[in-house]
């Protein structure tokens, strides 16, 4: 039934808003019916019994009808409040700060979250530039953002800090998504997501692997010179084929970590060498079987020293595998193609070219012509060609120098 207190109530917009609109309502509806009234039967005492009773029937209806849509009208009402109640909870308070621009860059519309964000009533911020807020520094990210999201009218991403009065600079990430208004104009609907403790843990993590980085460099460099000490015949060799097989990895374009895993595990992949007796190593003579099935000994005993350091990269496997040969040929596994890691396959290249090209106990160097005339003739059998056809390319292609 109908709530009659609720007519007039000042909330409700639907029906009246005081007495005055309901005095309004009242006289709209008294002019309807006299209009009305024309057509109707001036004397009613003329009406039989039947036609009064039809009229105090239709009547009793249509004030029923009336009453039904007047709670409709008030159920909606309701539903409206609470939709609204929910867009405040949903839109104003949401973690995010949204904002909405015009093509110009002028703010339109911004919950209280960003109003917050920004430490700006949000009233004030109505028709104000959004850089007004951008650090100097970043507007010119900014600028060419909001160029790509209405030039594209595709979402877009960017990282950018934010000025607010007595307080320092802080990150935010602000997603845009264009769209049009009602007068299809375009428009950007914005969320900005406060950052700055995301940017420091970044920026933490990113000085932490550079700590780490440098502590395995020098740790890598420890080894090659504990290496080199020990057996001078071949000091320089490792540095050399570190650079050479970096060299060689760029070139095949492998991405710069993996690169870096190269030339670490390159610069001390004969640490094994350190368990082969020293005369042995500087023997001038031509070695005999036996002395040379030590030396084979140290691919796996330089595995043995590094499995149980964790570096970032495959650093034991590359050394353990520098001798493997593509078609079984090499030690210690006798791994074929594929189940040589690529790395140890690059090293491989390299280790032989530098080896042949340089100075060794029992022979002088051979030159690097017949070094890469080696890698040539074997290439696809013994080595890598991928691997070949990179040290090739950077040799008589691009002018590449052996270091050292
Ligand atoms: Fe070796």
């Not at 845009?176 to 920026?203: G, N, P």
């Not at 090659?224 to 020990?230: F, L, P, S």
């Not at 015949?233 to 084929?241: E, F, I, R």
């Amino acid at each position: 039934m109908i709530d009659e207190k609720q007519f007039g109530r000042e909330e409700n917009g639907i029906l009246s808003k005081g007495s005055e609109q309901t005095d309004t309502l009242r006289r709209r509806a008294e002019d309807i019916f006299l209009r009305k009234a024309a057509g109707m039967p001036k004397d009613l005492e003329a009406l039989s019994p039947e036609e009064v009773r039809q009229l105090v029937y239709d009547l009793q209806v249509y004030q029923i009808e009336l009453e039904m849509q007047n709670e409709e009208l008030h159920r909606s009402q309701r539903e409206l409040e609470a939709s609204r109640a929910r867009y405040f909870d949903l839109y104003d308070l949401a973690p995010a700060g949204y904002f909405t621009l015009n093509e110009s860059g002028l703010i339109l519309e911004v919950n209280l979250t960003a109003a917050t964000l920004l430490g700006v009533a949000r009233s004030a911020l109505v028709k104000q530039p959004l850089t007004r807020f951008i650090l100097p520094a970043d507007q010119d990210i900014f600028y060419r953002h909001r160029k790509l999201f209405f030039e594209t009218e595709s979402p877009q991403v960017c990282e950018i800090r934010i000025l607010r009065a007595g307080a320092a600079p802080f990150w935010v990430r602000i997603d845009a998504t264009v769209v049009r208004d009602v007068d299809s104009a375009f428009i950007c609907r914005a969320m900005m997501v406060d950052i700055t403790d995301l940017k420091q843990s970044e920026e933490a993590l990113r000085k932490s692997a550079e700590w780490m980085r440098r502590a395995l460099g020098a740790t890598v460099q420890a080894i090659a010179v504990i290496v080199e000490t020990r057996d001078p015949y071949t000091a320089g060799h490792q540095k050399k084929v570190a650079d050479l097989a970096r060299a060689m990895a760029t070139e095949m374009n492998l991405p710069a970590n993996r690169t870096d895993g190269i030339r670490m595990a390159s610069a001390i992949h004969d640490l094994g060498k350190i368990s082969v007796p020293a005369e042995i190593l500087s023997n001038p003579k031509k070695l005999t079987a036996l002395e040379f099935s030590l030396i084979k000994t140290h691919a796996q005993s330089g595995y043995d020293i590094l499995k149980g350091i964790e570096f970032p990269w495959p650093v034991a496997r590359m050394v353990l595998e520098h001798h493997e040969r593509m078609d079984g040929s090499g030690y210690p596994q006798g791994l074929i193609g594929e189940e040589i890691l690529l790395e140890s396959r690059i090293l491989a290249v390299a280790d032989v070219v530098e080896s042949m090209a340089s100075h060794r106990p029992y022979r002088p160097a051979l030159g690097l012509d017949p070094a890469l005339k080696e890698i040539e003739n074997n290439k696809g059998t013994l080595y890598d060609s991928g691997a070949v056809d990179a040290c090739l390319r950077i040799f008589r292609g691009k002018g590449y120098k052996m270091i050292g």
